[in-house]
């Protein structure tokens, strides 16, 4: 099937950007069947991951931290919650606005399965950008939550549905190097178990209110 390359993006929040303009009869790149189950089950697994680990929870434990420097589960689920549109929209707005360039393939050295992995270690520590840092943007962790399943869900529509060509546009990670569009939402899902790894690790504290 003859293809062309990606037509101008029209980014709308609601559905976040999974609508675009194009010509009837302009074929676009899409992903395979493949990509879209591996990408939405890994968000789906790793949502439910958060969700589980922040239910229930009192104020105490809520806001509980383990040492000064560290991070509370109230602050871990904010970063959480705000990487999720930090990501999408880097994606969107950034990613798949440059140039495709398939050429740069050969500098992906990551495997799909290999970043969720990586960033999911929390052996190697990374110091959070700012626009991401918390800063106690949801008083009430009720609202942090739905923040972040109104955001997840999005992105998994996004993922089922979209037509963009996020195997051909490129940005590199400090860390993972080279990755397409694809790979940078399959970092999202990774980062988001990151966090919950770091916020079972406060439960986990013997200080931790019970």
Same mark, same amino acid.
């Given at each position: 099937?003859?293809?062309?390359?990606?037509?101008?993006?029209?980014?709308?929040?609601?559905?976040?950007?999974?609508?675009?303009?194009?010509?009837?009869?302009?074929?676009?790149?899409?992903?395979?069947?493949?990509?879209?189950?591996?990408?939405?089950?890994?968000?789906?697994?790793?949502?439910?991951?958060?969700?589980?680990?922040? *239910?229930?929870?009192?104020?105490?434990?809520?806001?509980?931290?383990? *040492?000064?420097?560290?991070?509370?589960? *109230?602050?871990?689920?904010?970063?959480?919650?705000?990487?999720?549109?930090?990501?999408?929209?880097?994606?969107?707005?950034?990613?798949?606005?440059?140039?495709? *360039?398939?050429?740069?393939?050969?500098?992906?050295?990551?495997?799909?399965?290999?970043?969720?992995?990586?960033?999911?270690?929390?052996?190697?520590?990374?110091?959070?950008?700012?626009?991401?840092?918390?800063?106690?943007?949801?008083?009430?962790?009720?609202?942090?939550?739905?923040?972040?399943?109104?955001?997840?869900? +999005?992105?998994?529509?996004?993922?089922?549905?979209?037509?963009?060509?996020?195997?051909?546009?490129?940005?590199?990670?400090?860390?993972?190097?080279?990755?397409?569009?694809?790979?940078?939402?399959?970092?999202?899902?990774?980062?988001?178990? +990151?966090?919950?790894?770091?916020?079972?690790?406060?439960?986990?504290?013997?200080?931790?209110?019970?």
């Amino acid at each position: 099937m003859k293809t062309s390359p990606p037509l101008p993006l029209v980014f709308t929040a609601l559905l976040a950007a999974t609508a675009f303009a194009q010509e009837p009869s302009s074929p676009v790149h899409s992903l395979s069947q493949h990509d879209r189950d591996y990408a939405v089950s890994q968000m789906h697994v790793t949502r439910k991951l958060f969700l589980d680990s922040v *239910a229930g929870l009192t104020p105490e434990q809520w806001n509980f931290k383990p *040492a000064p420097e560290r991070w509370s589960i *109230a602050e871990c689920a904010e970063h959480i919650a705000i990487s999720e549109d930090f990501i999408s929209a880097l994606v969107r707005d950034q990613i798949m606005k440059t140039p495709a *360039a398939p050429e740069k393939r050969q500098e992906v050295k990551m495997t799909d399965e290999q970043i969720a992995t990586m960033v999911a270690d929390r052996s190697t520590k990374f110091k959070a950008p700012e626009p991401i840092v918390p800063k106690k943007r949801w008083p009430d962790p009720a609202d942090a939550v739905a923040h972040f399943k109104e955001s997840r869900d +999005r992105n998994i529509v996004y993922l089922n549905t979209t037509d963009d060509d996020l195997r051909n546009h490129f940005m590199p990670h400090p860390a993972a190097g080279m990755l397409d569009a694809y790979g940078w939402m399959l970092l999202m899902s990774g980062h988001t178990e +990151r966090h919950t790894l770091q916020l079972l690790e406060v439960k986990a504290d013997p200080k931790y209110p019970k």
